[in-house]
């Protein structure tokens, strides 16, 4: 049953529109209120509880002024860094602040985007480029496993070294700000994006990325999560992209809604772990939340971030996110990349750039704001010691172009534009511990999801003596694959394709290595490709008395298609003839195993059961050594130990799917609220095909010894953040004289679709006020009378990722697991807590976990396994207090290998007395 209802009006507010003055063209930002009519029907789900936004308005809480940055206290590393970048920016004109806050345009730079330079401070070009999984768009840089996969890995520790030789590459290549990970959750299981993301779970997601920004900026490059946020899927990404055919009355991008519990309890809470993890930078991404484009969303930006989070560093757009000026910066946005316009690629034209300098001089935005805007960029760097790269240090700029892989080209590429110099070095960014890591978070990123009778690993002491390699997915495509884009639908999947891929590929056939592992054993092996030659596969299948069978499914960026996959999966199931060659194998031949590389679930009902199917492994894209990591497992050279970053569900029905129709009022909407991935399964009591943390081992483990010692006692309420420090004013810079900020046409010729940060005239006014956004208040001193609370932090903030009680260890829990099996191995230990449920309790989710710890164990061999639950872990979000609060009550503790595995049992009593 569908039920459909209908929300308020909502005003929201668009950018327009151009004016052209002479050669320059200058826009205005005009306020629209437009009636907010929504047709969509809504997810109806039998799920009756708070997290389902039931006859919600959603409007964006207007949140204003822009927080400044260095007010918290507890934060001397900040705080010293801040001063810093003070000195910085007290000496800057308002034209040179500005080039620090908008990108110079797309292909203006070597990189992916650029900021504007600093010339008497020799500061060069800040350079962004994607991507969390290896440089892109340029070569000689390893092709890493895609963030999903690390997902996989459950291991905290890899990802820091992953972190670490990501940015290494990213370094010796001249990058400054590495835009990755992402930080979505992977909501709709088809989402294109989500091999960008680790996973289904905001308590994962937000372990492994704070281990690999911390890792990335060790290096010496700063890491910028994105996707800020409820990016979670392709289509509508960019209006333009969708214009054709059945999707051409589509008006906006599409637009999600999120309801408070939610955002706390599931998309924001990773962001929040970002900010302990001291990430100077946060990418806004390209989607609306509640109405309003997320780099314009002045809820999110600057109170759930900038307040409650309490982040000190810079939000930028993602590639071409920015889709405002005035009011995406009193939102709290600080930079735009690539600086354009969007879709007015190369044009010299910015929203930002000459304009933000104009609403400096006609007052419109306050300097604080543009100090701070500067301040935050500058302080990110300094204090995570990020380099902010100066134009002498020939030997640590980029040496590449994003733009042309030619050793030779004209100077802008993109543009087409300048004379021909040598815009390549082809700097070699590989290393042996950059490689050594790419393998082994491959390796560790295979799931091993079905086996029976023993058949893995493959060892010829089990009578193996004829292997059958089936499947185009166990080469690379035989069409060659896009080197632009990674685009292959036929062939062995290395990455998702999209501009953010990884240009060099390095790409090995699994057929081949698992061939010459086979061939050392003396097998005898025949390699079967094509897999609509139903005959010939049944022929080999026979002869077969072991079969590897690689199936696959791929997704990636909207911007282009595979037969009708736009960025999004279109469906679950396999790929090719994937479905028909694995059932007629296995029909045929005693012991299957099926390999299946795919960007999320897949369907697997057609053939799981089959007694045949002896091994089924799965594995998000692993880069360039996918074939070496997949043959050293199937071998048992390495064990497998990756778990299921999400669910697989036995029926399409039970993922939430893509918003891929465009309503008659042309404005897309998607409802976040749907409980995500396992807390779904576990409320509907659904039996999954393979639940979320799933994952084999050839080993065997016994739990236990469990143990949980009290460190803290709980408290139901967070104390009270310390007031802020004074906000600290630069000097006002005369704004009476606009002509100084002109371009200085006598010392430098501009470049073509260059975005420089001048006036384009002396004329800054263009109406006589400026209309702001409704609940627009410049003035950053406190005003008691109207808001008693205004001089310190929201209750649930107070540091970096919130109150500091949040953070406190309550609980530390212990166990002993034993290898009681036939080989070594890893075991995941995941710890599962289950609120109390009830009648008066609040509502949570009947699991969340809430602690992983993976560990190695030889054959025979005892460890330990730890975990600490923070009062984080053990509170729910509180919508009308607006804090975290504890429940009093009994804290079912599993501690197990899946979701739904569990080992040990315990208890935690939290009763009331104790508060
Ligand atoms: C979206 O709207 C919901 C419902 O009114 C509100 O609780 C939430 O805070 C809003 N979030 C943002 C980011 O605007
Ligand atoms: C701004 O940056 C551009 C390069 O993008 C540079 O040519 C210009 O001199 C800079 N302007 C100022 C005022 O520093
Ligand atoms: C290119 O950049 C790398 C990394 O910054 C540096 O080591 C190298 O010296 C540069 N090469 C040249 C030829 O400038
Ligand atoms: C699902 O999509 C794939 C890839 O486009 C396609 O090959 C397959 O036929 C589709 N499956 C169904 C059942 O439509
Ligand atoms: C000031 O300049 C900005 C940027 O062009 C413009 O949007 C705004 O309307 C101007 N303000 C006034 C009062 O003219």
Redesign the pocket.
């Known amino acids: 049953m569908f039920k459909s209802y209908s929300f308020s009006k909502i005003s929201y507010f668009t950018i327009f529109l151009l004016l052209v003055a002479s050669n320059f063209v200058e826009s205005l930002f005009n306020k629209e209120n437009a009636e907010y009519i929504d047709d969509e029907e809504s997810h109806d789900d039998p799920n009756d509880n708070d997290y389902l936004a039931k006859n919600i308005d959603y409007y964006v809480p207007p949140s204003y002024p822009a927080p400044l940055t260095g007010r918290l206290q507890l934060i001397p590393e900040w705080a010293d860094a801040i001063a810093k970048a003070r000195d910085i920016v007290s000496v800057l004109s308002i034209t040179e602040k500005v080039n620090l806050t908008t990108g110079i345009g797309y292909g203006s730079g070597v990189c992916q985007a650029n900021l504007g330079t600093i010339e008497k401070l020799d500061i060069s070009s800040i350079c962004f480029q994607n991507g969390a999984h290896g440089v892109s768009n340029t070569d000689f840089a390893t092709n890493f496993p895609s963030t999903l996969a690390a997902g996989s890995t459950f291991n905290k520790d890899l990802v820091y070294q992953l972190g670490r030789a990501v940015a290494r590459e990213s370094?010796?290549?001249?990058i400054d700000v590495l835009m990755g990970p992402g930080l979505n959750v992977g909501y709709h299981a088809a989402g294109g994006h989500n091999t960008e993301n680790f996973g289904s779970d905001p308590y994962l997601i937000g372990k492994l990325a704070s281990a690999f920004i911390k890792a990335s900026n060790y290096e010496g490059v700063l890491s910028c999560p994105k996707g800020l946020i409820g990016f979670e899927q392709e289509h509508f990404k960019h209006s333009n992209e969708w214009e054709n055919g059945k999707y051409k009355h589509l008006k906006q991008p599409l637009d999600v809604q999120i309801t408070d519990k939610v955002m706390h309890e599931i998309y924001l809470w990773p962001f929040a772990d970002a900010v302990r993890a001291n990430a100077g930078c946060f990418a806004c991404s390209y989607n609306k939340i509640n109405g309003t484009y997320a780099c314009e969303n002045s809820y999110l930006i600057n109170h759930l971030l900038k307040e409650e989070l309490g982040f000190q560093g810079f939000v930028t757009s993602e590639i071409g996110a920015m889709r405002s000026g005035v009011n995406s910066i009193l939102s709290g946005a600080d930079v735009n990349i690539p600086g354009d316009i969007f879709g007015d690629y190369a044009s010299g034209k910015s929203l930002w750039g000459p304009l933000l300098t104009r609403a400096i001089y006609n007052e419109t935005i306050p300097q604080y704001r543009l100090n701070d805007m500067v301040t935050r960029l500058l302080s990110a760097f300094i204090v995570n010691n990020v380099k902010i790269p100066l134009s002498n240090d020939?030997?640590?700029?980029?040496?590449?172009s994003s733009w042309s892989q030619f050793t030779y080209d004209k100077e802008y590429p993109f543009q087409s534009y300048g004379s021909i110099k040598q815009v390549n070095?082809h700097?070699d960014a590989r290393e042996k511990f950059t490689e050594k890591v790419a393998l082994q978070t491959a390796r560790e990123a295979i799931v091993l999801l079905k086996h029976t009778k023993s058949a893995l690993p493959i060892s010829v002491d089990d009578g193996y003596n004829r292997m059958l390699i089936a499947g185009i997915g166990s080469v690379t495509s035989p069409e060659g694959v896009d080197v632009e884009d990674a685009l292959t639908g036929d062939g062995a999947v290395y990455q998702s394709w999209g501009p953010n891929s990884v240009s060099a590929f390095n790409a090995i056939s699994p057929a081949d290595v698992i061939y010459k592992k086979a061939v050392e054993r003396d097998l005898l092996v025949d390699i079967v490709t094509n897999e609509y030659d139903i005959d010939n596969i049944e022929r080999s299948a026979e002869l077969a008395n072991v079969a590897i069978v690689f199936a696959f499914a791929n997704s990636g960026d909207s911007g282009s298609e595979i037969d009708g996959n736009y960025g999004d999966r279109k469906n679950y199931t396999l790929w090719a003839n994937n479905v028909e060659m694995i059932k007629s194998v296995a029909d045929r031949c005693a012991k299957t195993i099926v390999v299946i590389n795919s960007p999320g679930p897949v369907d697997l009902e057609d053939f799981i059961d089959h007694k045949n199917i002896v091994g089924v492994l799965w594995s998000a894209p692993l880069g360039q050594y996918y074939a070496q990591a997949i043959s050293d497992i199937i071998f048992g050279d390495y064990q497998p130990s990756g778990n299921l970053p999400f669910t697989i569900s036995k029926h399409a029905e039970n993922y939430v799917d893509i918003i891929d129709r465009v309503p008659l009022n042309g404005k897309p909407v998607d409802d976040l609220n749907r409980l995500l991935d396992y807390r779904y399964f576990d409320e509907m009591n659904i039996v999954p095909r393979y639940p979320f943390g799933h994952g084999l081992t050839y080993t065997k483990f016994k739990l236990f010894d469990l143990t949980i010692v009290e460190k803290r006692q709980p408290s139901v309420d967070l104390s009270k953040p310390d007031p802020y420090l004074d906000p600290y004013f630069f000097e006002h810079t005369s704004v009476e004289d606009p002509s100084e900020a002109l371009f200085p046409f006598s010392e430098f010729k501009p470049v073509p679709g260059h975005i420089y940060p001048y006036l384009y005239n002396t004329k800054v006014y263009s109406q006589p006020f400026y209309n702001y956004p409704t609940g627009y208040k410049p003035d950053i001193d406190c005003d008691f009378e109207n808001d008693p609370t205004c001089d310190a932090p929201p209750r649930a903030g107070g540091t970096l990722g919130g109150n500091p009680d949040l953070f406190e260890v309550l609980y530390k829990i212990k166990a002993s697991v034993e290898n009681i099996g036939g080989y070594e191995g890893y075991y995941t230990a995941q710890l599962y807590v289950e609120f109390p449920r009830g009648r008066h309790a609040p509502t949570t989710h009947v699991r969340q976990l809430r602690g992983i710890d993976k560990v190695f164990v030889k054959k025979g061999y005892t460890k330990k396994i730890k975990f600490e639950l923070t009062t984080r872990d053990l509170s729910y979000w509180d919508v009308e207090d607006q804090t975290w609060v504890i429940y009093p009550g009994i804290y079912k503790i599993y501690i197990g290998s899946s979701s739904r595995k569990f080992d040990l049992l315990g208890e935690i009593d939290i009763s009331s007395s104790k508060n």
Do not use: Q, R
């Open positions: 370094k010796t290549k001249g020939f030997e640590e700029l980029p040496n590449f070095k700097i």
